[in-house]
């Protein structure tokens, strides 16, 4: 069992920045890959970012060139610094742990609880 706790989020301008944190708590040894999710009304869930426990990281196009995925494997905690946000950012962000499968998808097997952005000015 591994726990997820994000913090972060809340209400930024457009062009603003925002930090998301991720803390991994419980049975996390054998986590490999963290990542995250974002969900809005009336939308798909959509992969924002995911980096595997060597530092590979992918991006999805949207997010490119403005999100930047980090990790601090010692401290089992996953960071996404938003950065040029834009209100389509608007969403639940949700971290994510599970692995990476061999053909380089990323397969969730655990969910935070989810932290709102909201894009607003």
């Known amino acids: 069992q591994v726990q997820l706790v994000e913090s972060g989020g809340g209400l930024v301008q457009p062009g603003g920045s925002r930090s998301l944190s991720c803390a991994a708590s419980?049975?996390?040894?054998?986590?490999?890959?963290m990542g995250w999710y974002r969900q809005a009304p009336g939308k798909q869930r959509e992969l924002v970012a995911f980096?595997?426990?060597?530092?590979?990281?992918n991006y999805a196009d949207s997010v490119k060139g403005r999100f930047t995925i980090s990790r601090d494997n010692a401290k089992n905690t996953v960071y996404l610094l938003m950065n040029s946000l834009k209100p389509e950012d608007t969403a639940v962000y949700y971290c994510?742990?599970?692995?990476?499968?061999?053909?380089?998808?990323?397969?969730?097997?655990?969910w935070g609880q989810g932290t709102q952005v909201t894009v607003s000015s």
């Open positions: 994510n742990a599970g692995i990476l499968t061999l053909s380089g998808s990323f397969r969730p097997a655990y």
């Open positions: 419980g049975s996390i040894f054998s986590v490999d890959t």
């Open positions: 980096m595997t426990s060597g530092g590979r990281a």
